[in-house]
């Protein structure tokens, strides 16, 4: 449990931050203050200051939560713990990723960096999540939860592993793009980064569907293989 204490600190330390910055914020006359900004880095979104100021934080904390509740009810939990230390990277990595988009969309609001594009800083934050799933695939178990689940890679353990280990490639390359769109026209740049997570879903989907059939038509081989030889 004293592991836990980093992630559970740095939740902490978003809700200090947005307690202090309280007085500092800058908002419109509606009493809003900058939730969004385009792929162009400009605010286009605004959302009332006392949400604004938590709910990053309070989502952070939830999805923590949920992490932690994760090993004590999954089914295949011998399987959780076999890769334990890497799901722990993973939730650290996690609320650091929500601490670090936190910062870049609140600093705006209290005079910080100026017109600086928070994408900058949030893109970066987003490619190490996918370096650190790509890297924490190679290690998961079957399970429920955590890693690619489709009802292939669900049925057989041969199959998870495979496709867990395809899937955590793809996501190192969507890392890479996504890093990458940092320096790309404006307008290429939600397409760079979204267009390799799709693409990824729909590769692991269907590999995981044709490792199935593929272990299914040998299966049956096998079995009518079997049975020749006992007629003989």
Not at 132 to 150: A, D, E, K, P, W
Not at 195 to 209: D, G, M, R
Request: glycine share 6%; proline share 5%; with cysteine.
């Amino acid at each position: 449990m004293s592991r836990e204490l980093l992630p559970i600190s740095i939740i902490v330390l978003m809700f200090a931050i947005g307690f202090f910055a309280d007085p500092l914020v800058h908002t419109n006359a509606s009493g809003e203050i900058v939730s969004h900004w385009g792929a162009d880095g400009r605010a286009n979104g605004w959302i009332q200051k006392p949400l604004g100021l938590y709910l990053v934080p309070l989502l952070a904390a939830f999805f923590y939560l949920i992490f932690l509740i994760i090993p004590k009810i999954e089914v295949y939990q011998k399987n959780v713990e076999h890769f334990a230390d890497q799901f722990w990277g993973f939730k650290v990595i996690f609320v650091f990723m929500m601490a670090a988009i936190y910062v870049a969309t609140l600093a705006p609001s209290i005079g910080i960096w100026g017109n600086s594009d928070p994408l900058y800083i949030i893109v970066p934050a987003i490619a190490l999540l996918f370096f650190y799933v790509g890297h924490m695939l190679s290690f998961t178990r079957r399970n429920y939860f955590i890693g690619i689940r489709t009802p292939w890679t669900l049925a057989d353990e041969r199959i998870w592993e495979k496709t867990n280990k395809l899937g955590g490639k793809l996501f190192w390359v969507c890392g890479a793009l996504a890093l990458v769109s940092l320096v790309s026209p404006l307008d290429t740049r939600l397409w760079i980064v979204l267009l390799p997570v799709i693409f990824t879903v729909l590769c692991v989907y269907f590999y995981s569907l044709y490792l199935y059939m593929k272990t299914k038509r040998a299966q049956e081989k096998g079995k009518a293989t079997g049975k020749k030889k006992k007629r003989k």
